[in-house]
């Protein structure tokens, strides 16, 4: 035989030009490299004779590489074609990847290399299988004895990426009979199975390596089978080859699988951890492969039913038993079994591989037991849709005259009504008013935003100053003066005193009515730019503060954002605190609402609604952060940014409880002003406040949390320079968008507001 050439990479024996329906033999393809001159001329002459089929699609499949790669981009197919060009750099695509020949089916088919190729074709494996995981499981090697069974196994491993060289033995050939379990074509009728296994493997994955044994396994090849590998299948019928398989494994301390197509029964025997593990679990004592040579099968029955538990076998197939040489040949399998054993086999070699099942044992995954009747399993039908209830008006604003002095309680209570319509995190309301000679103070109750988020009580205090900012407006409304002070007393955030003043302006009234109309607005628009009156007045009244409005209005900016938020709202479902403190926000319909966010203002989908409920989960969101994955949980946030005009960062002089206070002000006057130029406020303040916690101390994160928010925090920095002296107090986003279907509720005053 000439030597291949160039380029030609020939399976160690069996190479066939042109496939022979009469050779029997023939299991391994010829690999030809695409970029390769001699090997693409052979395969032109191949393709040429007319004798092979040719099976094409390279751009296909560079076309799903790259979507696989980018699944958040939804790619035309003239934009795809553009950028499989622009992958292949000038390359011609029939020049790309190999072209792999099988001479048994007579056909020719050009893949991608063979990284490539398994990386696409491994790709649906995520997150079930991490990238990591994968690698690992790839290098795997597996010796099969036995191919009924074994078969199903080895096509499931091959299919999952489950090692890249196997070993098959078996000396049996395909019969009719076979085919009640085995998925093979009838033209490989008496070919042998281990043979048309290999083929089959070869027709998954052309860059496997299999090693053949179709003499079966002996004492003298047991060496061949089973050196170097890392785990054997062991499903042959020969009972002295079971033990002999067993002893060779346990010497070379290879974990041991066995699934007996029977109540989907799989024996583990991990030889690997325990080295003198007895065999079979030690139900079948000091028995071993030299006692049975010889033995009738009638003669098995008995070590059959101690190896497979004559008590916990199925009935029918106990019942078999006893007609074995009679009725029956051999012993009964069906394809549901099989197919499941293989499923069943590959699964716990996985998970062994993995580090995730690490014990000896005997497990059952008996469809029989669970497809009963009275077995049926729903999840509730969802309830029925709720209207969300509206946040009651606030009462009218009276006109005081000097005369009016001192308020009223009834004036106290419009006062507070307006105050506690100020915004606040996860809608948690934390103040406490209490009217006293003539002082209307607010302290901070802390019982309601015991929160990481509220890093040194930061938020809460944003949320006192905006409540601060409230009654200042609509005091002036009524025709008085607020005068304020910020921590007149260590637990008193600020205290109001009021006097008579001109009466209020048209203006002044509509500015107090501005407060009632105020919201969180979650709708999403289209990305259009910021009407510049508008941004030019929010800008004006943050400076005026002595602060100052930062927007982000460009593609790339938004674009640069929208990942930061992205990653800080996985972030926020992988931290096991801060994933129990935002389920704890979460009111669903039916329950009481004036607290925390009434999820249908959170503006979902239907099918984000539902993931939102799916990762309240805490053992998946766990599993999660353990595979790397959740990369999908920042899909509302890219979303969010996409349809936003621009994102903005107040940022206010001091760090300390009253510049928060005084910077809750400003933040009011700016989301008011944005409310009345038409444009829809949502904040997304949640990462500043974890950066407080991280740059003091870090106190409540773990290690995995810190590492994150550094990452995090130095996109964000490059988005938005640091202030020396000030603080981002609070992050936005602005849209022009329809008004909300839902907004947050009130407490009723009663509830927040004390006479003494």
Known sequence: MNPAPDGVRERPAHRTAVADTTDRTSWQPVLYEAGDDAAFGAVQALAQSGRCQVANTIEAQLGELLETRRPERDYGPEELRHAVAAFLAGVPAERFGTFVHYPWSARLVQVLPCTLYREVRTSRNRNKITTAEQQRLLGLKVAIAGLSVGRATATTLALEGIGTEFRLADFDTLSLSNMNRLRTPVHDLGVNKAVSCARELYEIDPYLTVHLMPRGVRPANLGELLDGVDFLFEECDDMAMKFRLREGARERRLPVLMETSDRGMIDIERFDREPQRPLFHGLVADLRAQNLAGLTTEQKVPIVLRILGASTMSKRFAASLVDVDTTLCTWPQLASAVALGGALNAAAARRIALGQLTQSGRFHADVEDVLVDGGEAFERAPAAAVTPAEPAPLPSLPALAATSLPLTTDAVRVLVAYAAAAPSGGNCQPWSFTFSKDVLRCRHDATRSRSLLDHGHRASHLALGAAAENVAIAARAMGLTATLCVFPEPDVAWSATFAPAAAATDVEREAAAWIGRRCTNRRLGERRPLPE??????????????????????????????????????????????????????????????????????????????????????VLVRQLREIEAGQGLGRMARRAIAASSAVGVLTCPGHDAAAYVHAGRTLQRVWLAANRHGLALQPWTPLLYLFNRLAEGAVGLDAWEVAELRTLHTGYRQLVAERHGASDVMLFRLAVAEPPTARSLRLPVDAVLHFA
Do not use: C, K, M, N
């Open 533 to 618: 009156a508008a941004a030019e007045a929010l800008h004006a009244l943050a400076r005026a503060a002595g602060s100052e409005l930062r927007l982000l209005d460009a593609a790339e900016e938004l674009d640069a954002i929208a990942g930061v938020l992205a990653a800080g709202d996985r972030l926020r479902f992988l931290s096991p605190t801060l994933h129990r403190e935002l389920y704890a926000e979460l009111r669903w319909p039916g329950q009481d609402a004036h607290t925390g966010l009434d999820v249908r203002t959170l503006e979902l989908t239907a099918g984000d609604l539902e993931g939102v409920r799916l990762t309240g989960d805490t």
